[in-house]
């Protein structure tokens, strides 16, 4: 026998010992409360299992609480947890403000267009949180002629700011990592990366360039891109100088490929993904749980019309994961 | 340039002189609509040629096409991602019968029942695809109860037969991971489990340990448990006699572990992560696509009523990716 107490923001707040105020600050306007707080009220509502009332929410605002995201279709092993942890974060955040997830798959732009128009005849969805921004994006301006809310994990590359969007700071990830290699006496440091043209890849490679021009070293022959992958990553880690004694990488995968490649040499990857955690290799870490709750929050701004005249944008910083490969 | 080709409601609205939502609103609440502006409407989509997609499929069919499934909250690393995959697998696979997949976290068993009514009441789902089944399980007959459509990934431990489900058969899994360390000639062959009650856990025990006593082996003291992790797998690792020479393990965190504690030793995973794939970790694989498939086809067969008259039950074969730990 099941019983489903009733639980309410005021079962919230006495567990967090906090005000029923507080409790729903940290659901609607979470910036106003103190990190500390926050937790403790976070934690207290996925303890209880507290949720908020989905069908009188809609009754009184006459919305749906639903927001639609994509998720890629397949999984592609290391790389793609990084989207399914933005996923997760995503969900937790739009449960906390009482919304639903709803996920759809696009094999490219055009149908992902396609698909909008259909989720919202079919399933008057309240908005969208996109992902994968990229140069020349159609995506965001057939949703902004439409007047569709919605915020973008990833900012607009090369289009205007005209939407608000949460990225989180690739150049300072890849600045951090190669000054820590700096302080550790290396100069002879590599970049492993992609091929030119993504914003990400060109963005992780400015922050190494950066570090290492502020050091007053030569980058010459020393960046190398090749297609994601352990093994393309081996085999491109072959082409860089024999002295170089350490690399920094545009991914978990490509720093597999070069710890495999260049043994012994000092090596940084990029996403602290399951793999760097198990093998021990430094990573650069995204915030992506915060991420994922900015963008619900500031969703949520924009449908509850609360959202300030121009819009917000976000840059996150990340952190570097010092483990034991540099 | 983008040019989506489908004539969509905002092209039949843009035709008509009216808003999307007025074409909705002529499409499912027509009565809500003035008479004038409805005919309108009606000579839009007659003249446009719009075929009224899946909001008229659900006013013919009463349903929604939404079916939804549970994210865990948070993420948890290496085995966190099964689940992903099934969740990748899942929206394939209802995409192409078209249905959409919603999301919904939950804190324990009767969190879930009450976000069941929640959902029902608030969405209109069609079903539900529950994993995680366990012993003690309340969730399936609590939807069976109220006639909600719904299939399991996961057999119904220790719980009537009376619903379809789709499994991965675990015993399979661990028997020919043993059987080949048994052909490359281990006879001390150790299994680093989980803590007995966990059905999953339970099944790749009995698969190893009937591999062993097939082959006329004793298993004593050659079954250590231990909670799920890395480090845990690594301390429990030096609990196994000293002369073992190989182990089967319940998930590749532990084998993680284990490789570390053991060095030297032959060591199998179960789940084929990307971990097992990037370090070269030989692992039991669980068809998670397949598995999904079969899901979403158990419940469209529910669903469009042409399910046979007793439930459908599948046990899927995994199979042991070979690389270099075994």
């Not at 739009?94 to 909008?116: H, S």
């Not at 890849?201 to 297609?227: F, N, Y």
């Not at 991420?291 to 819009?311: F, I, N």
Request: aromatic share 4%; with cysteine; glycine share 10%.
């Amino acid at each position: 026998m099941i019983t489903v107490e009733k639980v309410t923001i005021a079962t919230v707040a006495e567990r967090a010992g906090v005000s029923r105020q507080t409790v729903s600050n940290v659901i609607n306007t979470p910036e106003v409360v103190r990190a500390e707080t926050r937790e403790r009220v976070r934690a207290a509502i996925t303890s209880l299992g507290y949720r908020v009332n989905q069908a009188a929410r809609q009754m009184r605002t006459g919305r749906s609480r639903l927001i639609a995201v994509r998720i890629e279709s397949g999984s592609d092993g290391i790389n793609g947890s990084v989207l399914d942890r933005f996923l997760h974060g995503l969900t937790d955040a739009a449960t906390l403000a009482g919304y639903r997830v709803m996920l759809y798959t696009a094999a490219d732009d055009a149908d992902e267009i396609a698909t909008y128009d259909d989720l919202l005849t079919a399933h008057d969805l309240d908005g969208f949180v996109l992902t994968s921004t990229h140069h020349g994006d159609p995506r965001t301006s057939w949703l902004a002629a439409r007047d569709v809310p919605f915020v973008t994990f990833g900012r607009p590359w090369g289009a205007p700011d005209t939407h608000s969007w949460v990225d989180v700071d690739n150049d300072a990830g890849t600045l951090a990592a190669t000054k820590h290699l700096l302080k550790a006496g290396h100069r002879r440091i590599g970049f492993l990366g992609w091929p030119r043209g993504s914003g990400v890849g060109d963005a992780r490679r400015t922050g190494w360039a950066a570090a290492m021009t502020a050091a007053g070293l030569d980058v010459t022959g020393l960046s190398v891109a090749v297609i994601d992958g352990v093994d393309s990553g081996a085999e491109a880690a072959g082409r860089f100088p024999d002295d170089l004694t350490a690399v920094v990488c545009a991914s978990d995968s490509l720093a597999l490929g070069a710890l495999r490649a260049l043994p012994g040499r000092a090596v940084i990857g990029f996403d602290d993904t399951a793999v760097a955690h198990a093998i021990g290799l430094t990573s650069v870490s995204q915030p992506l749980a915060e991420a994922a709750a900015r963008c619900m929050h500031l969703l949520t701004e924009l449908l509850d019309g609360r959202a300030p005249a121009t819009s917000t944008q976000l840059l996150l910083p990340p952190s570097l994961v010092v483990r034991q490969t540099a």
